[in-house]
């Protein structure tokens, strides 16, 4: 239980030394608690592994009071905040949630004492990893990112102690998410993460980045609606208390948890940017890269996917699940649709996140035992593959200035390096034999046998198919060897350099490692929830690591070709292409070439897209309202 | 069950050693019928191995040395979901080892940054895409009749697929002419004179790097019309027979229908290919009363 | 025996040509003619070919682009300059812009003579260097397939 405490204990003692120090002091003491937090993970990850499902008995009493407080300390902020802006919708939604938090805390709990509030499962264990590795890592990484950021912004205010006080906070608050046995405490750290992410959305204070922030506030306050909404269902339901607790309560059976499940599948949904509430994730992008690596890729939208998951045996079977499943699914076809037609390059990656997200809530929403198992791959996967993108891109935007695909041709000869590293983070997103590939053959294996699964099949196979499209486009991109470029690579900083070269080895040794971690942690857990497991067969594994092997073995034969060959320029209808590619056009007038990826806005226009999305998906949960309504009465 | 890893081997081992062949002289005899139906003469029926060894006698020319490491793993690629195809595995990961080998010939079109290599990249991305979900229905449904995704379970199972999958089998024959690079899908490259963007994908390819496409081509043709023979399985004659005319039809296909511009691609490939698919998934479910848990 | 002499893929150019000799190429790849049966193939793409057809008498807007065309094609490789423009300029010869042949901007092998070349002499001139090909890849093999400096030769 101690790992547990220091795990959220220890980001909040380092975040509130972070509010003091000044940057080299700052530099050393990030990196110090980086390596304890990854330590203390892997620690936790080697202790427990092999023991089921373990809770730990922490009063209740004292730490919900605690909270409560904290809760209405930062509603009045909000509503302060809101007021200030002008915001109402936001200042409506917080005294909504407030009131219904009062209600609760007040009127309803006074007489409960559940017990086993803090726990630690294989998930809990691979989302602490997630959090501490590749959380501290980017942490790491932030340091000298916001060093550059700041360097070249210089109209926006040195806000760094605060950055990284509300960074550490962050990942104590998900540490809390993933430990909490006891639902009211998930909901307070849930807020606590709704907070930093508002805050750090909102780091530039340009009139933009206020809007951005306040936007994704109150969709997660909606949420947080929604999930107060549940406490209070549960509170009358059953007074004694009991059904706080989450394993109680998925254990309960359908009658009495569907409710109070549905409502805090809805919360995860806000907090994972589905549609039709994807609109604050891609605002979200104005934010520094770290925020958008650590908030908005691995971490804390996967908060919002981690609660579907654990309430997928609950849905498993049913039509509210179903009618989630469903809106996972066409969330994935559509923000894999539009991020064909983007060309900055932050707004692809935040559109393949959803997509992803969208995916994983659509394996939860099923929620048969295979497809719990697909859910917590790609969040594996999926975290580690799009941290690393977001870092690269944000390192090159830096250099290059630009944000743009379109200008990150010949990337591969100006910055070889993190082109290699973006080529492999890219592979893992949407190559075979990677992780992503491995559980998308997965899901079609797993909803084949799942009612209805069809329609789960055709949205996978055409979203499969977009996501292979605006990958490969981007990584020709970078691969294009433009001549006589000059290479901008060198200035980036050893932290940097450190943390980008741990995290494409975790690619890589993820998707080596991924039969080890579905024998040990994946699958034990599926078992004590659904008495059955499932893996891939040992012949689809052996051919999967061979195929990496093949694919890793690939670059080195590269050696024997760099001697003996003759080299020429490319044709150009015999234009002469020595150097820039210019060609003699009419008048006279020498013309450059360029050439630019296909973007089909015409199909997959973002307004067009995102317009059928919010349709859908609005039509979907209405539904799913109704239902539930009628369940309720 | 001792021999059956043994029986794979073979056939694996079979597949790398003589599909190459195969695959040769199914373009040499595509080259002659072809040019009869022109009524022309035409060349040799050997001439894909001639054109082959050939190209492996020029000089090594290359616009940037990563053309190598691509075009090396779109053959070795080919290669691995052809043998893991013919060996009885997972048809799924074949489809999906067989999209990695395409990509990597997108990226060494893409490496090189002629005009030319890059729209015919692009349009190559296009064709993927597009019979992309159709393929996958295809062995969806091979699953949903035979209960197995396995290769060798559906070979052996001896229920004929066609007569629940004809859908399925026709949006197959569709995209068929997509991957074998017919007229009128033959956007990115083809055999015949281009003239259009060039040679498209290929156009910076030469000497030992283009034998080596070549030859990933024939491994190609021998595994695709072996998906073909799985819809007849449970008659060897008839699927035998079967590839014959549907290779034949798109030999004259081919010949007689003009190349048509990619939105047309997508569109037929998506909208009457997987209208095709899903709709004969659709009804084989609802017959069936298919899987619940 | 090389394979080079049973698949000799064909680049076509005309270098400024009335046109007169390029359809009498084309004319060779038709039902009538049918080079195809000799494994010819019109490529028009350098790096894809053996032979440079050249037609016309070149001038200074295009020997850029038929030295770039001879460069980008891989050795072994021969050069048939097509009609009596391509040998030594033909009636434009006297023009200001014209530079009078082929052979004034790359290494010419065989010269088919006619204005325009009729289809058989040209398939006489193609297979002729076919024999000029293969001497030259026997020759590039013995140097250890090393591309070679390549003196011209005329028929």
């Known amino acids: 239980m101690n790992d547990l405490l220091f795990l959220i204990g220890f980001p909040v003692i380092i975040a509130l030394l972070m509010l003091l120090v000044k940057d080299k002091i700052r530099n050393y003491i990030v990196i110090i608690s980086a390596l304890a937090l990854g330590i203390a993970s892997l620690y936790l990850l080697i202790t427990y592994f092999n023991k089921n499902t373990v809770f730990f008995d922490i009063s209740f009493e004292p730490a919900t009071n605690i909270m409560f407080i904290i809760e209405i300390l930062l509603a009045v902020y909000i509503l302060y905040l809101g007021i200030k802006f002008k915001k109402y919708f936001t200042v409506a939604l917080i005294l909504l949630q407030a009131g219904l938090l009062v209600f609760l805390e007040m009127g309803l709990i006074s007489g409960i004492h559940p017990v086993n509030n803090l726990f630690l499962d294989q998930f809990s264990i691979i989302m602490a990893m997630i959090i501490g590795v590749i959380g501290s890592l980017i942490c790491v990484y932030a340091l000298g990112y916001m060093e550059t950021y700041h360097t070249r912004h210089t109209d926006i205010k040195d806000r760094r102690k605060l950055f990284f006080f509300i960074l550490f906070i962050f990942l104590s608050a998900m540490f809390g998410v993933v430990f909490s046995n006891n639902l009211m405490w998930i909901f ?446 | 069950m001792n021999a059956e890893p043994v029986i794979s081997l073979v056939n694996a081992v079979l597949f790398v050693l003589i599909a190459p062949l195969v695959g040769g002289l199914i373009a040499g005899i595509d080259r002659k019928v072809t040019a009869r139906m022109q009524g022309r003469v035409g060349p040799p029926v050997l001439q894909p191995f001639y054109d082959v060894g050939k190209l492996f006698e020029k000089e090594n020319m290359v616009v940037t040395v990563t053309q190598h490491f691509y075009v090396l793993s779109y053959l070795v690629f080919m290669v691995v979901a052809g043998a893991l195809f013919f060996s009885g595995g997972d048809m799924l990961l074949v489809i999906f080892a067989f999209t990695l080998s395409h990509i990597f010939l997108v990226l060494g079109a893409y490496a090189s940054y002629s005009p030319y290599s890059h729209i015919g990249a692009e349009r190559e991305l296009i064709q993927i895409i597009a019979y992309e979900p159709m393929i996958i229905f295809t062995a969806v449904g091979m699953y949903m009749v035979t209960q197995s995704f396995n290769v060798s379970a559906i070979v052996n199972s001896g229920i004929p697929i066609i007569l629940y999958l004809p859908g399925v089998f026709i949006g197959y024959l569709i995209v068929l002419t997509i991957k074998l690079r017919k007229s009128p899908f033959d956007l990115s490259t083809s055999h015949h004179a281009h003239q259009e963007i060039v040679k498209g994908v290929t156009t910076d390819f030469s000497g030992s790097n283009l034998g080596k496409i070549e030859i990933a081509h024939w491994y190609e043709y021998v595994f695709l019309l072996g998906v073909v023979y799985l819809f007849f399985g449970f008659n060897p004659v008839l699927a035998v027979a079967a590839i014959i005319i549907a290779y034949f039809l798109e030999i004259l296909i081919d010949n007689t229908i003009s190349r048509v511009k990619w939105q047309l691609t997508l569109r037929s490939a998506w909208l009457i290919a997987g209208t095709l698919g899903i709709v004969n998934l659709g009804v084989l479910y609802y017959l069936k009363g298919v899987i619940m848990p | 025996m090389t394979y080079l002499k049973k698949s000799p893929w064909v680049i076509h150019y005309d270098a400024s040509s009335c046109n007169g000799c390029d359809i009498e190429v084309l004319a060779a790849l038709t039902p009538v003619y049918d080079v195809e049966r000799f494994g010819i193939i019109n490529t028009g793409n350098p790096k894809h070919a053996d032979i440079f057809l050249v037609t016309g008498s070149v001038n200074e807007q295009n020997k850029e682009v038929v030295k770039n065309i001879y460069e980008q094609i891989p050795e072994p490789k021969v050069v048939v300059a097509i009609g009596i423009c391509a040998a030594s300029g033909g009636i434009f010869r006297e023009c200001y812009n014209v530079l009078g042949g082929v052979d004034k901007v790359i290494p010419v092998d065989v010269f088919v003579p006619g204005c325009a070349a009729r289809p058989e002499s040209i398939i006489d001139g193609v297979v002729t260097a076919l024999g000029i090909l293969e001497s030259k890849r026997l020759a590039m093999k013995e140097n250890g397939n090393k591309t070679m400096e390549k003196p011209g030769s005329a028929v």
């Open chain 1, 188 to 633: 307070f750290f849930w807020e606590i993460t709704t907070i930093c992410s508002f805050v750090l959305i909102g780091y530039s204070r340009t009139p933009e980045a206020t809007n951005n922030a306040f936007l994704a506030l109150s969709m997660n306050l909606l949420g947080g609606v929604a999930f107060t909404a549940a406490l209070i269902y549960i509170a009358i339901m059953d007074p004694s208390g009991r059904l706080f607790e989450l394993d109680s309560l998925i254990s309960s059976g359908y009658a009495l948890a569907i409710v109070p499940a549905v409502l805090i599948c809805f919360a995860g949904i806000t907090k994972a940017a589905l549609m039709p509430f994807s609109s604050w994730l891609v605002g979200a992008m104005v934010a520094p890269t770290p925020v958008s690596a650590l908030l908005h890729s691995s971490t804390m939208v996967k908060a919002g996917v981690y609660i579907i998951v654990r309430f997928a045996p609950v849905l498993a079977l049913t039509t509210e699940g179903f009618i989630i499943a469903l809106v996972g699914a066409i969330t994935f076809l559509l923000a894999s649709g539009i991020a064909i037609s983007q060309s900055n390059a932050k707004k692809v990656l935040a559109y393949s996140t959803i997509a992803n997200l969208g995916l994983i809530v659509a394996c939860a929403g099923v929620g048969t035992y295979n497809l719990m198992w697909v859910a917590i791959l790609l969040i594996i996967f999926h975290a580690i593959a799009k941290s690393l993108l977001f870092l690269c891109v944000g390192t090159v935007e830096n250099r290059i200035g630009s944000k743009n695909i379109e200008d990150m041709g010949g990337l591969i000869v100006r910055m070889p390096k993190i082109a290699m590293m973006m080529f492999i983070g890219m592979a893992g997103m949407f190559l075979a034999p990677f992780g992503m590939v491995i559980s998308k053959w997965a899901a079609i294996e797993a909803f084949i046998t799942a009612p209805y699964g069809l329609i789960f099949i055709a949205i996978l196979a055409f979203g499969g198919s977009f996501t292979v499209f605006y990958w490969s486009k981007w990584m020709g991109k970078i691969i294009s060897v433009m001549r006589h470029q000059e290479v901008v690579e060198d200035t980036v900083k050893k932290e940097k350099w450190a943390v980008l070269y741990i995290l494409t080895a975790l690619v890589v040794g993820v998707c080596l490692a991924f039969p080890l971690i579905s024998t040990y942690l994946i699958e034990p857990f599926i078992m004590n929830i659904y008495g059955v497991t499932t893996g891939l067969s040992q012949a689809n594994f052996a051919i999967m690591i061979m195929m990496i092997c093949l694919l890793l073995i690939m670059p080195f034969s590269m050696l024997f070709y760099r001697t003996g060959s003759k080299h020429v320029s490319p044709y150009m209808g015999g234009r002469t292409t020595e150097g820039e590619m210019k060609f003699s056009g009419t008048f006279g007038t020498m013309r450059e070439l360029s050439l630019s990826n296909y973007y089909m806005e015409k199909y997959f226009g973002e307004d067009k897209v995102f317009y059928i999305g919010t349709l859908l998906c609005w039509g979907l949960l209405l539904i799913a309202g109704i239902i539930l309504a009628g369940v309720i009465l």
